[in-house]
Nanobody, 115 residues
């Protein structure tokens, strides 16, 4: 069982920045990938960014050039630097990790961007 704890969410104005952090703990065998997803009210949970053990990354088209994912494999942490935030970025953001046994989710942290 892996536990994920997120921090860094909050309320910001459009154009501002936030940095989300996530730390994994528990019975960690080997994490293959860590990333971030988000879910707006009434909408599907979608990928924001993910980083694999080989350093490969994937970003949603809507955040490319604005968000940057970083990961420390040794510490089992992953961060998401969010710049030039837009109201449409408003959502609950979830940390995600994948190991040999399955996928794990954090509790979610609210990000609200006002206009």
């Amino acid at each position: 069982q892996v536990q994920l704890v997120e921090s860094g969410g909050g309320l910001v104005q459009a154009g501002g920045s936030l940095r989300l952090s996530c730390a994994a703990s528990g019975r960690i065998s080997a994490i293959y990938a860590m990333g971030w997803y988000r879910q707006a009210p009434g909408k599907q949970r979608d990928l924001v960014a993910i980083r694999g053990n080989d350093g490969s990354t994937k970003y949603a088209d809507s955040v490319k050039g604005r968000f940057t994912i970083s990961r420390d494999n040794a510490k089992n942490t992953v961060d998401l630097q969010m710049n030039s935030l837009k109201p449409e970025d408003t959502a609950v953001y979830y940390c995600n990790a994948v190991d040999r046994y399955g996928a794990y989710w954090g509790q979610g942290t609210q990000v609200t961007v006002s206009s």
